[in-house]
């Protein structure tokens, strides 16, 4: 490897490409994979089919949180970045967990992009400095979630189509 490919792989933008890579082939494959409900499942027999019908639509949501993770990478966020790392592995995970043929890409990619993301931490030095306003919003937010995720899964009997955590977030 000459030195302007190791710059290149060591640089900040190649981890925000790797990222939103891992982040649209996570979402693609949710998205194609629950569009198709015959796609080839690798492991089919070893996961169960609920399991991977969940990772299918968790599948995409963290996608969606490792794209605007990537966003804030761009502006050298150090928790953007730890918020990248955590994400690229997850994706990887229900990538497997999915089994299919179109998480595939997304299982290879995580692959790739993780060991250059965390090779490029030091590029990520900007400390997150929230307003208390913003603060209040962002727990009022994930407070909210919980609240209702919770609620409408204890309460599941008296809801129609909520049978399991999925349908109750």
């Known amino acids: 490897m000459d030195r302007r490919s190791a710059r290149v792989v060591s ?3 190649a981890a925000l490409l790797a990222s939103v890579a891992v982040a649209l082939s996570s979402i693609l494959a ?3 994979t629950i569009g198709f409900a015959t796609s080839p499942a690798l492991i089919a027999d070893v996961v169960p089919l609920a399991i ?3 990772a299918e639509f968790v599948g995409a949501l963290v996608g969606l949180a490792l794209l605007l993770a990537g966003l804030e990478l761009r502006r050298g966020f150090r928790a953007a970045w730890y918020a990248a ?3 690229i592995a997850v994706a990887g995970v229900l990538g497997a967990i999915q089994s299919g043929g179109f998480s595939l890409p997304t299982v290879v990619l995580t692959l790739v992009a993780l060991p250059i993301v965390v090779r490029n931490r030091g590029r990520f030095d900007r400390e997150l400095d929230l307003s208390p306003t913003q ?3 962002l727990l009022a937010l994930c407070g909210t979630l919980v609240y209702s995720t919770v609620g409408a899964y204890a309460l599941r009997e008296q809801f129609s189509g909520v049978d399991g955590f999925v349908d109750a977030f």
Do not use: E, Q, W
């Open 52 to 54: 991977r019908r969940t």
């Open 30 to 32: 949710s998205v194609l």
């Open 85 to 87: 790392v955590v994400l």
């Open 11 to 13: 640089s900040g933008r």
């Open 135 to 137: 603060l209040a919003a």
